[in-house]
């Protein structure tokens, strides 16, 4: 007989039954599950760059012989180019391997057991999860029908054990920005405040000059988006330079990859190309938001981001979502409060929208 294990006494009650983040489903597991090849699948779930990378980042990936070598444990160079492109100092950056780790990294400076973090839901799912494993509570806040912020409801839910607020900006997975006046609201607290810039350069709009009146601002960023990165894993911050060292001090040591640190240069150096693809994006995001609109049983959010959030009005978004997977056109769907009747749809090229539309009518 199996001896029935007890590593569950062992492991911290607090993650016994810890709610994992749900990443959708991955294209290859659909092998056989659609009516078209693997090779058509159309992947529009993750709001990833359809347009892939800058050519120059697989030139130069392809070229480079130091692999076996460690990164600089400092990210001097990637710092330093980082700064070039944002116009803030080398000193008040930090990146890590994808944003996403960067956003853990910071809750895991901030938050410790029985802190408060504030969320506006619906929003990206990391926030939640990184204060949980650090054993902060999430303090929800819903967003009202336009997926706006409620100051009010927010100033009742602060008190002394309030460390962290995060707000991703545009939000994320409804689209919408937050007003400028709203975010200055949140600053003026002088509780730390997370504002992800993930979809920036689809946006134009950035909270960063207001860095210099409000040390507590922190500004993170990404480059799985607009420069075509994701699988490259590597996101930035921009903070004031004493949160900075602190969460220098904090973070593992190598964590950008030197794959990831010659992608960055060359994307950098293209950014004219990257940023015309981003054009690109928005164009077609504006054109499949008008398509989407015709649809009697769609309601297509605005979105200032490369995805459009759509609520269907008539029917069941799950499955909306499985006639869509079974054609092998990916969207995302999320079984979350606010969000259950919902999918998400990524913005990718022309014809990727004319193969969703063409399914869409057929319903
Ligand atoms: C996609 C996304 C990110 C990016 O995460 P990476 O780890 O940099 O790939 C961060 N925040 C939001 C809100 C996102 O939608």
């Given at each position: 007989m199996i001896q029935k294990t007890k590593i569950d006494e062992f492991i911290r009650p607090d993650l016994l039954s810890f709610g994992a983040y749900t990443a959708p489903v991955s294209a290859g597991s659909l092998t056989g599950n659609t009516e078209i090849p693997l090779t058509g699948v159309i992947k529009l779930d993750q709001n990833e760059n359809v347009y892939g990378c800058s050519p120059k980042v697989i030139t130069a990936l392809a070229k480079y012989k130091g692999y076996h070598i460690y990164p600089d444990s400092e990210q001097t160079t990637l710092r330093e180019q980082l700064s070039g492109y944002t116009g803030i100092a080398p000193e008040c950056i930090v990146a890590a391997n994808g944003s996403n780790q960067l956003l853990d990294i910071i809750t895991r400076l901030f938050v410790g057991e029985g802190d408060n973090v504030i969320n506006f839901v619906p929003t990206f799912d990391i926030y939640r999860f990184s204060t949980q494993i650090c054993g902060g509570n999430i303090v929800e806040i819903p967003r009202d029908d336009k997926f706006a912020i409620d100051?009010?409801?927010?100033?009742?839910?602060?008190?002394?054990?309030?460390?962290?607020?995060f707000i991703a900006n545009p939000n994320a997975p409804t689209g919408n920005l937050t007003p400028k006046k709203t975010i200055l609201e949140l600053l003026d607290t002088g509780i730390p405040i997370v504002v992800d810039e993930a979809y920036y350069e689809f946006s134009g709009v950035t909270a960063l000059p207001l860095m210099k009146k409000y040390p507590n601002l922190m500004v993170v960023r990404t480059f799985s988006k607009w420069a075509g990165l994701a699988g490259l894993r590597?996101?930035?911050?921009?903070?004031?330079?004493?949160?900075?060292?602190?969460?220098?001090?904090?973070?593992?040591?190598?964590?950008?990859?030197?794959?990831?640190?010659?992608?960055?240069?060359?994307?950098?150096?293209?950014?004219?190309?990257?940023?015309?693809?981003?054009?690109?994006?928005?164009?077609?995001?504006?054109?499949?938001?008008?398509?989407?609109?015709?649809?009697?049983?769609?309601?297509?959010?605005?979105?200032?981001?490369?995805?459009?959030?759509?609520?269907?009005?008539?029917?069941?978004?799950?499955?909306?979502?499985?006639?869509?997977?079974?054609?092998?056109?990916?969207?995302?769907?999320?079984?979350?409060?606010r969000l259950e009747n919902c999918i998400r749809i990524s913005v990718g090229k022309p014809e990727h929208s004319d193969a969703l539309i063409k399914v869409l009518r057929e319903i």
């Open positions: 100051t009010g409801l927010f100033r009742r839910s602060i008190d002394a054990k309030t460390k962290l607020i590597v996101g930035y911050g921009l903070f004031n330079p004493v949160i900075a060292d602190y969460l220098h001090r904090i973070r593992i040591p190598f964590n950008v990859n030197v794959a990831a640190l010659v992608a960055v240069n060359e994307s950098l150096q293209d950014i004219d190309y990257l940023l015309n693809r981003t054009k690109q994006i928005i164009a077609e995001k504006d054109r499949l938001f008008v398509e989407l609109k015709k649809f009697k049983w769609l309601k297509p959010y605005p979105s200032r981001a490369n995805f459009i959030l759509c609520q269907v009005l008539n029917g069941k978004a799950s499955e909306i979502h499985e006639i869509l997977q079974n054609k092998g056109i990916m969207v995302r769907y999320f079984a979350k409060p």
